[in-house]
Antibody, heavy 119, light 110 residues
Framework: QLQLQESGPGLVKPSETLSLTCTVSGGSISSNNPYYWGWIRQPPGRGLELIGTIYYTGNTYNNPSLKSRVIISVDSSKTQFSLKLHSMTAADTAVYYC??????????WGKGTTVTVSS | QSALTQPPSASGSPGQSVTISCTGTRSDVGSYNRVAWYQQHPGKAPKLMIYDVSQRPPGVPDRFSGSKSGNTASLTVSGLQAEDEADYYCSSYAGSNNLVFGGGTKVTVL
């Protein structure tokens, strides 16, 4: 049974780059698990927003509103994938989730990690 | 502002039914049968309840059902139970490899 766990800094300064990692347990990011692996965020008291996804082949699909700031990649171990979000501002303060699914829906989620942007 | 429109709140008594709407456009909900619904309890991660408009993942009670008409999708929770009190979010494929979400609906069990 696949499980996901986010890790990374809880506090990021404005203009810096956020780096988060999602560790996959119970499987790997490979053709054995032909899923999309994604990052979704939720600002305090607000709704969900897709940041982007990566297919096991390495193809990535990012939210057009964030596209130029986002890099999603898979680690060589194939048991982790990561998010880099550049030029952070207070508006990027949110709970960040990693998840997996068929692109149209995400059926396994991590518990989420809170990221605050503040100097 | 979210791409999909949901009512901020809905409520019902135990045993009753509640229906939540999710209104999009002909560019998202109206064009694709790729609507999903998520349940989120406070401080917890979202849980997939419905995918592809009306399909239930394993383990989701059949009290939860989904449908779509035109640009509006709906989630119905029948036989409301206390544990159904949560926030519910819809999402839809919007073409060009984009997925959009609704702003969420808080369901209260009276």
């Amino acid at each position: 049974q696949l499980q996901l766990q986010e890790s990374g800094p809880g506090l990021v300064k404005p203009s810096e780059t956020l780096s988060l990692t999602c560790t996959v347990s119970g499987g790997s990011i490979s053709s054995n698990n032909p899923y999309y692996w994604g990052w979704i965020r939720q600002p305090p008291g607000r709704g969900l927003e897709l940041i982007g996804t990566i297919y096991y082949t390495g193809n990535t699909y990012n939210n057009p509103s964030l596209k130029s700031r986002v890099i999603i990649s898979v680690d060589s171990s194939k048991t982790q994938f990561s998010l880099k979000l550049h030029s952070m501002t207070a508006a990027d303060t949110a709970v960040y989730y990693c998840a997996k699914g068929d692109f149209y829906s995400m059926d396994v989620w991590g518990k989420g990690t809170t990221v605050t942007v503040s100097s | 502002q979210s791409a999909l429109t949901q009512p901020p709140s809905a409520s019902g008594s135990p045993g009753q039914s509640v229906t939540i709407s999710c209104t999009g456009t002909r560019s998202d909900v109206g064009s694709y049968n790729r609507v999903a619904w998520y349940q989120q309890h406070p401080g917890k991660a979202p849980k997939l309840m419905i995918y592809d408009v009306s399909q239930r993942p394993p383990g989701v009670p059949d009290r939860f059902s989904g449908s779509k008409s035109g640009n509006t999708a709906s989630l119905t929770v029948s036989g409301l139970q206390a544990e159904d009190e949560a926030d519910y979010y819809c999402s839809s494929y919007a073409g060009s490899n984009n997925l959009v979400f609704g702003g969420g609906t808080k369901v209260t069990v009276l």
